[in-house]
Structures are given as structure tokens and as C-alpha cells.
């Protein structure tokens, strides 16, 4: 199997320019409105409710008075704790402690004895070759002692993760008019009972420890045929398989292989090539000594008063890269209930966000010792 090019995320200048609409009403916002406009007409992300929201957005930051502008930001993101677009405006809003509560903050600003790389990247969910995998390639993580990758935990501490291979399999054979099937050799048929193999296949290797304890093969997409009188002369799938730490690449192309020679025999006239993805996900584990496990201990039963929980992740992350490639201990820490991700109402309770910061700030005080 060969590695197939990885495709660039369509849509990419749309969610730069609703981001760049959420900033504070200036001049040059205003400016970049016909800009912003001409973005969202040619990539047509937006659905119609929403396109015609964000164009009444544009046409009041063009003509409305940019004090007025202003003023209405603030009320709106700077004033309310249900919109505030700043972690410190949900504890304490527009209230008396405000004020005493920054100054806190600010006294507690003593440099940290180290340096904190942060690095926010995009496209995790599909390969990571224009995120991690290239910040770690141009060395921005050469010398990182530990890292902390904020997957939605609900604030429990993860040691590893699954890993995963996505491969592309496309079955050739022979189109014929379907009155005369057996002047073909039908790909979609052929195609099935290699998918049928792949579904017979056991595995034995478990390891308790991780939320779903042992591999799966999932055949996710299907593809093939012209027209119903035909004969199809291809059909193109796609496999999904998770891994368990022992588990290499070789190993999932070897046991896949096998299958398809299993479903081919007796189907002379039928072809199959496949290819493994590249920038997918390898499995790992850390030990629960690593300074970054016992100081993430400390920080969660300081802020949250109770035995923190250990877990290891049944999905994949880029945590793998950090582990398997940059070298750097990397536990899965984060505020969020995953069973809500990938939903239409995605979304992270305040309360959890605040005690998830509220961890990462004891964890690294630990990490990295204020100074004097």
C-alpha cells in the first residue's frame, strides 16, 4: 500500500473572517467589510439563516457610527457573563469584586521558571499534517520536557490513546450489460466479500485500560457502480481501524491483505489496490510516574477536592505525535464532556471551563515553579 495525498480544508478564509468579526469594532474592520462579504459569497459555507444574520452584521458595522459600534461590543461581550468572550468576565462580570480580583491576578504574575510553547491547530481531525506534525517537523517542540494536550476529558487524566489508520481500497474488474453478468467480473460483488472478510476478522490482543479495550475494524464509506443495466467495473472504500499499544502499521496492512487474498480467490478477473493514509495516528501510553502525571494528581485534587480520575482514550489524538514522534511525555487533560463532540450543540459548561483552567494554572505552577 501506498500513501495518498492529504487534501487541504475547504472553507478555511470563512472561519477567518467570522473570527475577525467577533474582534473590537475599529476603522480597519470596518474597511474589511466588502472583503468579508465577497469571502462568504464565493465559498458559500454559510446556510441562508446565517448567512443572512452575519449580512445584516456587515451592513450595520458599514454604515452605523463606530462609537455606537463600540459601545454596544462592550455591553455585549465585555459586560455579560453569558457572551463574554474573555474567561475572567464569566467569574466575575461587571461586579465590585472585579477589581480586587485583578489585582490578585496581577500579584500572582511572578514569571514561571521555564518557557510555555501553546500551540492551537485546526485540522486534528483529519491527519494533522498542516498542524502538529508540522510544528513538530520545523522543531518548535525540540526540547519540551512535558505537554498537556486539552482533549475534552471532563477534567479526568488520560495516559494514552488509541491509534488509527484510515486506508482507501479501490476494486477493479470488468463492465458487461448486465443481461450478460458473466462477461464481467462484477467490483461491487468482489468488493463485498472482501468487506465481508474484514468483518470476520478477531482480534485477540485487549488491554483493559483503555475505554474500549481492544481494536475494531469499521468499513465507513462505499462507492461504485454507473448505472443499473451495468455490470460495475469499480467500486472504492474506505476502512477505519483503531489500534492498541504492540500494534504497527505493518501489521494492520498484513492482517487487511490477507483478507483480500482470502475474498479474491476463485475471482481471477479482479484487481484491488490500497493505500494507507498518511499523518495517521500511532497508539501510546505513559506511565503514571512521569512528573506530569503526579503534578496533574496534585492539581486536580487541589482544585477540584477529590481523588482525580486515570483514564486512557478509546478515539485518537495528536497527543500520539507529541509521544510517538516529537519524543515528549503527554497526558489528555481538558474541560468538556466528549460524548458531546462531534454534535449540531457541541458545546462546554462554564463552570467546567473555569475548573479547567483553574487545573492547568495549578499544574504548571508545579511544573514550572514561580520565581522569587
Not at 468579526?21 to 475599529?26: A, D, F, H, R
Not at 488491554?207 to 469499480?234: A, K, L, M, W, Y
Request: glycine share 8%; net charge negative; with cysteine.
Amino acid at each position: 500500500m501506498t500513501a495518498a495525498p492529504a487534501l487541504r480544508p475547504a472553507g478555511a478564509l470563512t472561519f477567518r473572517c467570522l473570527s475577525r468579526l467577533l474582534t473590537y469594532p475599529q476603522e480597519d474592520l470596518r474597511a474589511a467589510v466588502p472583503r468579508i462579504a465577497r469571502v462568504l459569497d464565493v465559498e458559500g459555507l454559510l446556510g441562508e439563516a446565517a448567512k443572512a444574520g452575519v449580512n445584516r452584521l456587515l451592513t450595520d458595522l458599514a454604515t452605523a457610527d463606530l462609537l455606537d459600534l463600540q459601545e454596544r461590543y462592550v455591553e455585549l461581550f465585555d459586560r455579560q457573563r453569558s457572551l463574554s468572550l474573555h474567561l475572567f468576565e464569566h467569574v466575575y462580570a461587571d461586579s465590585r469584586d472585579r477589581g480586587p480580583a485583578m489585582v490578585e491576578l496581577k500579584r500572582a504574575g511572578a514569571p514561571f521558571a521555564g518557557e510555555i510553547i501553546f500551540q492551537a491547530v485546526a485540522d486534528e481531525e483529519t491527519g494533522s499534517e498542516w498542524g502538529t506534525l508540522h510544528l513538530i517537523e520545523q522543531g518548535y517542540c525540540e526540547g519540551a520536557s512535558f505537554a498537556i494536550c486539552t482533549e475534552p476529558t471532563s477534567n479526568r487524566i488520560e495516559l494514552g490513546n488509541r491509534g488509527l489508520r484510515w486506508m482507501d481500497v479501490l476494486v477493479t474488474g470488468r463492465a458487461s450489460h448486465a443481461g450478460r453478468p458473466w462477461l464481467g467480473a462484477n467490483a461491487i460483488s468482489a468488493a463485498a466479500a472482501i468487506i465481508a472478510e474484514l468483518d470476520k476478522l478477531e482480534f485477540t490482543r485487549r488491554d483493559e485500560r483503555f475505554e474500549i479495550p481492544e481494536p475494531s475494524i469499521s468499513v465507513t464509506t462505499i462507492q461504485g457502480g454507473h448505472t443499473i443495466n451495468i455490470i460495475p467495473d469499480s467500486c472504492s472504500f474506505t476502512i477505519d481501524r483503531r489500534m492498541l499499544p504492540g500494534e504497527t502499521e505493518n501489521d494492520v496492512v498484513l492482517e487487511t491483505q490477507m483478507a483480500i487474498d482470502r475474498a479474491l480467490q476463485g475471482r481471477p478477473d479482479i484487481q484491488v489496490d490500497g493505500a494507507v493514509r498518511p499523518g495517521c495516528w500511532d497508539p501510546y501510553v505513559i506511565e503514571p510516574s512521569e512528573p506530569v502525571v503526579q503534578a496533574a494528581l496534585v492539581a486536580v485534587r487541589a482544585i477540584l477536592g477529590r481523588e482525580p480520575q486515570i483514564g486512557y482514550k478509546a478515539a485518537c489524538t495528536d497527543a500520539s505525535h507529541l509521544v510517538t514522534r516529537a519524543g515528549i511525555p503527554t497526558l489528555l487533560l481538558g474541560p468538556g464532556n466528549e460524548q458531546l463532540s462531534h454534535k449540531p450543540d457541541e458545546r462546554i459548561a462554564v463552570d467546567s471551563l473555569i475548573e479547567g483552567t483553574a487545573i492547568y494554572a495549578e499544574l504548571i505552577r508545579r511544573l514550572l515553579p514561580l520565581g522569587d
